[in-house]
């Protein structure tokens, strides 16, 4: 399974990014996948899923300014930022779970719950 993520960046208050991760051997269309970011200093935290049927779940902290979403066919999950603030400074990290696993009805799934990680994309925010 690799999965490779791009689109991080510096960007002001306000700013807007696209991350992307590109997913090769893995079921994409069928399972759970999700963002995770990790502050200097900070757990890992999870920002948002994606289930199967394409239903989404966001941290409280992301909710109305950031969007998870997927094409199946190009096996590419995707995270739009917008309203970016200093706070949302991190590495950003794409994530899978077993094969075929569903995310949580409502919930984040926790980190270790995802065997499978990228490498990560760092974002960075300046007020």
């Known amino acids: 399974v690799q999965l490779v993520e791009s689109g991080g960046g510096s960007v002001q208050s306000g700013g807007s990014l696209r991350l992307s991760c590109a997913a090769s051997?893995?079921?994409?269309?069928?399972?759970?996948m999700g963002w995770f970011r990790q502050a200097p200093g900070k757990e890992r935290e999870g920002v948002a899923q994606i289930d199967n049927d394409g239903s989404t779940r966001y941290a409280d902290s992301v909710k109305g300014r950031f969007t998870i979403s997927k094409d199946n066919a190009k096996n590419t999950l995707y995270l739009q930022m917008n309203s970016l603030q200093p706070e949302d400074t991190a590495m950003y990290y794409c994530?899978?779970?077993?094969?075929?696993?569903?995310?949580?009805?409502?919930?984040?799934?926790?980190?270790?719950?995802?065997?499978?990680w990228g490498r990560g994309t760092q974002v960075t925010v300046s007020s």
């Open positions: 994530a899978a779970p077993v094969f075929f696993a569903s995310c949580s009805p409502q919930n984040l799934l926790p980190a270790s719950r995802f065997p499978y």
């Open positions: 051997e893995y079921p994409y269309s069928r399972s759970c």
